[in-house]
């Protein structure tokens, strides 16, 4: 059924507001991007070329209503489905510069929405179509769609009013949010992850006042993880050669270095000092590496410190950690690392090549 909205200024005799055209097609896509989680959905996040391209979702062409096609309803562009990573990211860098906003999407996500982006970017779609008027088949279309086989297809209608110099704007969707399909949370994640160099890992190191210290890997050489199968098992998977991009939590990035040893536990571990082999028990060390549990006879969890012999290229002491919105961060001790803007600015901040 057509939509209806009605605005009336309430003095002694209420007076209804006229009902204009939009001036600009550019000031509705102005109040959306300044506003999306009010003026569109709270769960939607619009990311956009300039003013035109939206790769999240499809929408009308420019006019005052989504017009009529071969009898088919609303042109639409898709813009989504296909983009990659990196095209998201270009087309993000595309629309920030000359803005005043960071140049890399990964940090101004950060500082948007408090997080690091997904690895996997344009995995699920929403479809909206904007518009101020739908025909009755285009509108039993998107209820079809919409009701009867959950595809989250949407209209949102804007109206603008003007009255005694003031402007207005007034907002509906064709169907509740609340009845409106979402994008299923177990479907297939079409979208594809950043590539991996085949070269880079995430290391976390748990740097604490009653356990390891960075100190000590920073003067010696290693990384580290214990204190049960789950901390130390992906740090047991880091190959010889990896290049590791060393990170202690809630503080930052403090070193980047190459493996250069097979993972042993703290016992056991030899580590290379001035040139000399010595076991690292019996260095001078600040941190404690000896856990409950360390001569666990196997039927138990390994709790053990398990220690990862490392070449540093460059390593800071904890104080000069380098950390910015939108870095990577994981609460895995050793990780495969996708992240370019990661890579690329702390590789530039302790002066190293990409390619290391």
Known sequence: MPLEFGLWR???TPVRVATRAMPQESRLEQFIEADP???????RRPARDGRRRRPARPRTQAGPHAPRSGGAGPRLRLLGPGLTNEQIRDIYASYARGRGLPAELDEAFALRFGGSP????????ALTVVASEIDPATERIVTYLASGFQVPVNVLFFRYFEDEGRSYLARTWLIDETEA???PAGGKRRGKQEPWNGTDWYVSFGDDSDGRDWDDALRHGFVSAGGGDWFSRTLRSLPLGARVF???PKTGYVGVGTVSGEPQPFADALLDVDGETRRMADLPLKGT????????DGTDEDRREWIVPVTWERAVPRARALWRPGFFANQNSACK???RFTIEEVSRHFGLTEEG
């Open 10 to 12: 309430v003095d002694d």
């Open 337 to 339: 690392l996708r992240a």
């Open 181 to 183: 399909a979402a994008p």
């Open 246 to 248: 060393t990170h202690i």
């Open 118 to 125: 997904p690895e996997v970017l344009n995995a699920n779609h």
């Open 37 to 43: 989680g009010h003026a569109v959905r709270q769960d």
């Open 289 to 296: 590496y000896r856990r409950a549990g360390d001569e666990a």
